[in-house]
Each structure stands twice: as C-alpha cells, then as structure tokens.
C-alpha cells in the first residue's frame, strides 16, 4: 500500500469536506496500521500510540485522524484501508467495517 486511491465512491449530496476526510482516513489508517479512532482517542489522551509504520511514497499527501478509518490487514501487515466520511464518526467506522467485510466475501 502506498497511499495511491485505488476505489472511491462518493453518495449524492456528500460534502467535499466528507470527500476529503474519507480519503484522509484511509491514508492514516494505511501508515499507522490501525483503527484512526484509536490514533484519535491518543491524541485526545496525550498518551502514545503504538503503531507499525507503513512507509508511506515520497510526495506529500493528506492524512486524518479522525474515526472513520480502517487499516486492511494480512498477515500482520497494513495492505490497504478504507476510510468513510459524512455521517457520524461512528457511523463512518461502521461502514468501513462493512466494506471490508463485503470485500472479504467476495
């Protein structure tokens, strides 16, 4: 995974800050190889995060931390994530949840 946009969808009536923020989630979620929420709840904390760094391409590009991001994991390795963006944070979670469950049934 290098951070490249491989798939995206975007609902109608989606705001350009949601469609921003989904890319951006999936990025961090990708790098740090886990949940943004959890990078979140560490910043809100002040306390540390223990990540495995997926090194992301030379060149400059967005990243959010915020819930609504989810590292795709195999064998123990951040390959890919999905990030979502325009509902509740929660919500956003949950439907990366469901995406990658789809992927994995196919």
Known sequence: GN????????????SARAVTSSQGKARAALLLGVPTKEAQDAIAAGKPLP?????????????TIGQ???PIIKNGKAVAAMGCGGSLPANDEKFC????NAMGSK
Do not use: C, H, N
């Not at 951070?3 to 989606?14: Q, W």
């Not at 495995?52 to 990243?63: F, L, V, Y």
């Open 97 to 100: 949840q469901a995406g990658i």
């Open 3 to 14: 951070g490249d946009l491989v798939y995206f969808e975007r609902m109608d009536g989606a």
């Open 68 to 70: 609504g991001g989810l």
């Open 51 to 63: 990540v495995t760094i997926t090194s992301p391409p030379a060149g400059a590009w967005e990243i």
